[in-house]
């Protein structure tokens, strides 16, 4: 049966071919030929490939042998490459043989040709299966490669004896930071960066695995580049080859944040069972207290107030009240205390405490107050949630016993799925976060984490209960939130107490008048507005909850009305852009006759714009268009019943 072979012939003589071919023929090949004796031929028709054999005449006159074993290893082509050529010496045949001929042989001698073309087919024949070896070895192994790479792991190899990492895949850089050759150069790597604590178990224990030839995992600390230490599950399986322990492949799972959690969740567990024991001791305490200070109480009144035992008593009735006060803050963080909760604005009552902050804090330390505008509303006690406000600012008060500075911020928030999973108790949502930060002595990771813990406290003697920041543990948790601390020493700390959001209209505190019910009054108020539809609107707003108006629709108008009317003038209410005068030079010119009366501007562009454009001073009242009449009325109650002021102590 004829064997099909391609063969291309560079020859310039067609009779030469037509002898090659016969002779192939003969040998039972089925031919498919093709012939070409310049460079470009050549190369269009390597270019074809297919090719099996290339037989090449030596010399021709445009070409030669060399000048196409050139152009073959220049295309990178594995053909066999005989050269077929006339009476050549030695010493050409060898040159031909060192430019990378397989076969050198001439023309009247072709007894040679089919035994060398049927050897170099077989020789080609096992450099292509040995390629499609190496090929399918490369492949599998870039596939090996990636998956290792892939892997959210370090996958690793080590010498038994020394543990010195052979292989160690990109991942280790990426957790560690340190860079891959390290791992492979130094032989004791490994050992040297396992954080101190863990060192020698961890050791030990690798090698009485490695020796009783036992695959084996746990979990110990690696030290990262940047100091901080990293989590590992290890997995190690030993090779034993015959009787002797060859080697150790592992894989090194980083578990950093699932012990977070577990840290959270123990210590969530901790504190709940520290808060039901506290709860049932401040309940029992609180009946023996009611004893204590009824019994005090009645025996005060019956004991003579001159009687030395009178002030022994009323010493006891204060002690009582203080353990009271503690019992409280203990049932606060217990979580069983009675709360009270309304729909609130967290910037009402952060304004409501700050005046009160700035006493207890001191001179010392610079108050800081960053308000979001647009800030959501949450339901909680008001007292509750200022009692937390008042010991995060007590408890960094005590922290910066130099001087320092307190920010109190507030902002909206979305707690999604990743931040819950790094924080065990909180729930995903819509939530308002207050933050308390300052920038006293910080903390370390293990007072950290015991800061809510109750009586826990790092102040000395008679300087604290240590139940100031378990109160507010409490109060949030009961509130359905989530508070969290971050510190270190040296850099401040900051408290972030979530609250989920709520979408329900504010709740009016006890005692203030509720939604639909007007503030009214009786007092006079001169308007002044250029545009004739509002300042009607404003007037008739006004005199319907009781006040008397007199308008001004110029500025000249409303100087008018204030010199021609006899009475007082309570509030003069004006536009802050007005033509020819402007709305604060004309509250000046009606402060001149009449420097009793209170001021409250009203514009469309915002106070920020208007103040950074010096049309009004910092501080003075105001009021954006457009606004509600229950807005418009509310303010003008709130100008003309200011605060009274407190007696300085």
């Not at 030669?64 to 295309?75: G, I, Q, T, W």
């Not at 010195?164 to 490994?190: C, D, H, N």
């Not at 408890?395 to 819950?420: F, Q, W």
């Not at 108006?549 to 108008?557: F, I, K, N, R, W």
Request: hydrophobic share 40%.
């Amino acid at each position: 049966m004829a064997k099909p072979l391609r063969v291309l012939f560079v020859e310039d003589r067609e009779k030469d071919v037509e002898l090659l071919v016969l002779e192939l023929r003969r040998g039972g090949y089925d031919l498919v030929q093709e012939r070409v004796d310049t460079p470009e031929a050549f190369g269009a028709a390597l270019e074809r490939q297919g090719w099996d054999i290339i037989l090449c005449d030596y010399q021709m006159p445009r070409f030669d042998a060399p000048a196409a074993l050139a152009l073959v290893k220049e295309r990178k082509v594995d053909l066999p490459f005989i050269v077929v050529s006339g009476t050549v010496g030695e010493e050409t045949a060898v040159e031909a043989l060192r430019a990378g001929a397989h076969d050198f042989m001439t023309k009247d001698r072709l007894s040679r040709l089919l035994p060398a073309i049927d050897r170099e087919l077989r020789e080609a024949f096992g450099r292509a299966e040995r390629r499609r070896a190496e090929s399918a070895l490369l492949e599998k192994e870039a596939q090996y490669r990636q998956i290792v790479e892939s892997v959210r792991a370090v996958v690793w190899r080590a010498d038994a004896r020394t543990f010195q990492f052979t292989f160690v895949s990109p991942e280790a850089e990426k957790i560690l930071g340190y860079p891959m050759r390290m791992w492979l150069e130094e032989p004791s790597f490994w050992s040297d960066h396992i954080h101190p604590d863990d060192r020698a178990w961890a050791t030990a224990l690798y090698r009485r695995n490695t020796e009783e030839k036992r695959d084996h995992q746990f979990e110990y600390r690696l030290v990262a580049a940047d100091g901080h230490a990293v989590w590992f599950q290890d997995l190690v399986r030993v090779v034993v080859e015959g009787d002797e322990v060859r080697e150790l492949v592992g894989i090194m799972i980083d578990v950093t944040e699932r012990r977070h959690l577990e840290d959270q969740l123990r210590q969530s567990q901790k504190l709940e069972a520290v808060g039901q024991l506290a709860g049932g001791v401040a309940h029992d305490f609180n009946n023996l207290l009611g004893v204590i200070t009824g019994y005090s109480d009645l025996a005060l009144r019956e004991i003579d107030p001159e009687h030395r035992a009178h002030r022994r008593v009323e010493q006891i009735r204060k002690a009582a009240e203080r353990a009271a006060a503690l019992t409280r803050q203990l049932l606060a963080f217990s979580r069983k205390q009675v709360l009270q909760p309304r729909v609130l604005a967290l910037n009402a009552v952060v304004a409501d405490v700050e005046k009160m902050l700035r006493r207890l804090i001191g001179e010392h330390i610079q108050l800081v107050t960053v308000l979001s505008e647009d800030l959501g509303t949450v339901k909680a006690d008001p007292g509750q949630i200022e009692q937390v406000l008042v010991n995060l600012a007590v408890n960094a008060r005590d922290a910066m016993p130099g001087g320092g500075k307190l920010v109190i911020e507030t902002a909206n928030t979305d707690l999604d799925e990743g931040y819950v999973r790094a924080h065990a108790d909180a729930r995903p949502g819509p939530h308002v976060v207050l933050s308390v930060s300052d920038t006293g002595h910080g903390m370390d990771a293990r007072t950290l984490s015991r800061v809510f813990e109750p009586f826990f406290t790092t102040k000395g003697p008679d300087k604290g209960t240590g139940l100031g920041l378990s109160t507010v543990y409490g109060v949030v948790k009961q509130s359905g939130g989530h508070v969290t601390a971050y510190s270190e020493p040296g850099h401040g700390t900051t408290f972030k107490v979530y609250l989920p959001r709520v979408d329900e209209p504010l709740e009016p505190r006890p005692g203030q008048a509720a939604v639909g019910e007007t503030p009214r009054g009786t007092e006079t108020i001169l308007l002044a507005e250029d545009e004739e539809s509002l300042r009607l609107m404003f007037r008739e707003l006004l005199e319907g909850a009781g006040y008397l108006v007199l308008e001004g629709a110029s500025p000249e108008a409303a100087l008018a009305a204030s010199e021609s009317h006899a009475g007082p003038i309570h509030l003069f209410m004006t536009d802050v852009v007005m033509p020819r005068i402007g709305g604060q030079e004309l509250a000046r010119r009606v402060l001149v006759t009449r420097p009793q009366v209170r001021v409250l501007y009203i514009s469309g562009y915002s106070f920020e714009g208007i103040g950074h454009h010096g049309l009004i001073d910092a501080g003075a009242n105001y009021l954006e268009k457009p606004f509600t009449a229950e807005a418009l009325l509310r303010t003008v109650r709130k100008i003309l019943d200011p605060p009274v002021t407190e007696k300085r102590q």
